[in-house]
């Protein structure tokens, strides 16, 4: 399974949450899934998990094919399957706001992910880490607010989405709090950790690189006029 988590930490590369999710939501809906189906088949019930399970996915199918879709997933009040299923529909319909643009709504359905306390751990980051990288170009979102949501990936070194929080942290740590030390520090922590993709530290090196430059010249004009 740690495998499988490297392998959507690849995916996550691009900066663009329309993107990424564009390009890998079948896979990270896959790898969710498989998690959900193992935990089943251990708890001892699996002739009865799998009769649930089956109309569950049925239920699902309808209200991704009903004309309505994805609009019956956001103003549906309770739906009615079970949590980690109920996290793929609305990861799911998210995305699906997104190939329309409709970035508020894949918001609130990104917000009530993070927010269910029923959900796998996974799914609740992630829904967390989306939510907060759509938030970050909004002018009325302060950045320790946002700072706030990611504090629990990043205390949580078990979370496969750690690194990607760190790395949000940073940008909204420099862009919308001026502290480019403080982003070194998020940076760094990347860095520091071994074995992890390729396209993740690389970016964390070039972000590193471009907050030192400021950090030293926002000391210099400091020690200028100091």
Do not use: C
Not at 105 to 129: C, F, N, Q, V, W
């Amino acid at each position: 399974m740690a495998d499988l988590f490297r392998e959507v930490d690849e995916a996550m590369r691009q900066e663009r949450v329309e993107k990424f999710w564009a390009e890998n939501k079948t896979y990270i809906i896959g790898v969710i899934l498989g998690t959900i189906l193992l935990t089943g088949l251990i708890s001892g019930y699996r002739s009865w998990n799998s009769s649930v399970k089956e109309k569950q996915t049925a239920a699902l199918i309808a209200l991704q094919e009903s004309p309505e879709y994805p609009d019956n997933i956001l103003t549906a009040e309770k739906l009615p399957m079970r949590a980690g299923l109920r996290g793929i529909a609305f990861l799911q319909a998210a995305g699906k706001f997104l190939d329309q643009d409709k970035t508020e709504d894949a918001l609130m359905l990104y917000k009530r992910i993070s927010h269910d306390k029923a959900l796998p751990d996974e799914l609740k980051d992630l829904g967390t880490l989306m939510s907060v990288r759509l938030q970050i170009d909004q002018d009325d979102q302060g950045g320790q607010a946002l700072l706030d949501q990611l504090i629990p990936l990043i205390s949580n070194p078990q979370s496969p989405w750690v690194h990607h929080a760190r790395i949000e942290a940073a940008l909204i740590t420099a862009d919308k709090l001026g502290d480019y030390k403080g982003a070194l520090t998020h940076l760094n922590a990347v860095l520091d950790t071994p074995d992890l993709p390729q396209s993740l530290t690389g970016r964390a090196r070039a972000l590193a690189h471009l907050y030192d430059m400021k950090n030293k010249s926002v000391s210099e004009k400091q020690d200028e006029t100091g």
